[in-house]
């Protein structure tokens, strides 16, 4: 950022030895950064001008698979992930249910909750943006030094049709219900359902 204007974009795809282009995610755990999707592929290892390094199965410790949305435990250093395959179609015929696996459990120890059949997808859909204004799966950046739950900023792209341009949008979570903290405009368009991820240099160190 220089000024309030970002004074650094990066914008191509992700290139993996194995000719897969993760397109869905990026995080920051094990001193790396990554670019992951769903359906199982492996991550694609970032530099640190997310330039591609190749596939990277976590350093030889991932069995099959991964998934795009990780989970880090910082009380006790877990990554946690489930993947799957594109092995499924929708059948309208069949029951939606939510699954609850207690984190050291089993299939069996799984809690099915019913829920109304339905398409999920990652919107903010609870903060307006103004008309037609859509804004992305939002992302947690704690506040330095903050203690409370709440010590954190929300980011997410907001899209306005209207323009066909993106903003990043910055909340107080504190004051979710008040105006934009910031709002700096993207030299790109950034279509509904991106996601991304705040990496920290506590994270991934910058290159001495």
Not at 22 to 37: D, H, Q, R, S, Y
Request: glycine share 12%; aromatic share 10%.
């Amino acid at each position: 950022m220089v000024a309030g204007a970002p004074g650094w974009y990066r914008n191509r795809s992700v290139a993996g030895d194995d000719g897969m282009s993760p397109n869905t995610n990026v995080g920051g755990f094990a001193g790396t950064t990554w670019a992951m999707v769903e359906a199982g592929s492996s991550p694609v290892e970032l530099g640190d001008e997310l330039d591609s390094l190749g596939t990277n199965r976590l350093f030889g410790t991932l069995p099959n698979g991964f998934s795009a949305h990780p989970k880090y435990d910082p009380a006790t250093g877990e990554l946690h992930a489930m993947a799957y395959h594109w092995l499924f179609t929708w059948a309208p015929d069949r029951p939606a249910r939510v699954g609850l696996l207690p984190r050291t459990g089993g299939a069996d120890d799984i809690i099915w909750c019913d829920v109304e059949p339905c398409y999920v997808f990652h919107p903010l859909n609870a903060h307006e943006f103004g008309a037609g204004r859509g804004g992305a799966e939002p992302v947690v950046v704690p506040k330095a030094d903050g203690t409370a739950e709440d010590d954190a900023w929300i980011l997410t792209v907001v899209y306005d049709p209207a323009t066909d341009a993106s903003e990043l949008c910055i909340l107080d979570a504190q004051d979710i219900a008040g105006a934009e903290v910031a709002r700096i405009q993207l030299p790109q368009r950034v279509p509904f359902g991106f996601h991304g991820n705040w990496v920290s240099d506590t994270s991934v160190a910058p290159p001495a």
